[in-house]
């Protein structure tokens, strides 16, 4: 399990230094997202992840593949996804470091597009979405481990009640919920 999540960690560290190499401006989102934010309140709170998830501007995708590549990745569009296949784990989808494009919405349906890059902010590691930009995205994906993530900054009072008046309405009713239903 401990050598699981050396292996993304990792794969966070080459993909933020392909990228950084490249000058191609990003952030990590996501689960690692999370963790970096809740380890700097607690770090014995932070929840592993098993992949690793990127924002891009659309117009960066082809140096991003390019940079990628000299870091031992290859893209590959799966199922819609964009993704860049880790070649050191034999190709495995479930090991890629996965693409969601800025200014643009993940899913049809959502209510609102994912952040730009430029709502990042340097971390220990690589640069990471600012607090706000990834309480909303995880707001609008809402998925049960968007809810999980958000239950996990809400424990470490990263966020707090007061959140609300700073969303749209809807994204606002989603946390609420969460704060009204702390257990699930």
Avoid at 72 to 90: E, H, L, P
Avoid at 123 to 141: C, F, H, I, P, Q
């Amino acid at each position: 399990m401990i050598q699981a999540v050396e292996r993304v960690r990792q794969r966070a560290l080459r993909a933020a230094r392909a990228l950084e190499n490249a000058g191609i401006p990003y952030a990590i989102i996501g689960g690692n997202a999370v963790a970096a934010w809740v380890a700097r309140v607690d770090p014995a709170a932070v929840r592993n992840t098993q992949d690793v998830d990127v924002l891009l501007r659309r117009e960066d995708l082809e140096r991003a593949k390019t940079a990628m590549e000299a870091e031992g990745f290859v893209y590959r569009r799966v199922k819609s996804i964009d993704m860049f296949i880790d070649k050191a784990t034999g190709g495995k989808v479930r090991d890629a470091v996965h693409v969601l494009i800025a200014g643009e919405y993940v899913r049809e349906g959502d209510l609102a597009p994912a952040a730009d890059v430029s709502d990042s902010e340097r971390g220990d590691n690589y640069r990471v979405l600012s607090l706000e930009a990834l309480v909303r995205m995880k707001l609008t994906s809402y998925r049960d481990k968007d809810r999980t993530h958000l239950r996990d900054m809400i424990e470490v009072e990263l966020i707090d009640p007061s959140w609300c008046d700073r969303l749209p309405p809807e994204l606002a009713a989603r946390l609420q919920h969460l704060f009204d239903t702390p257990e699930g």
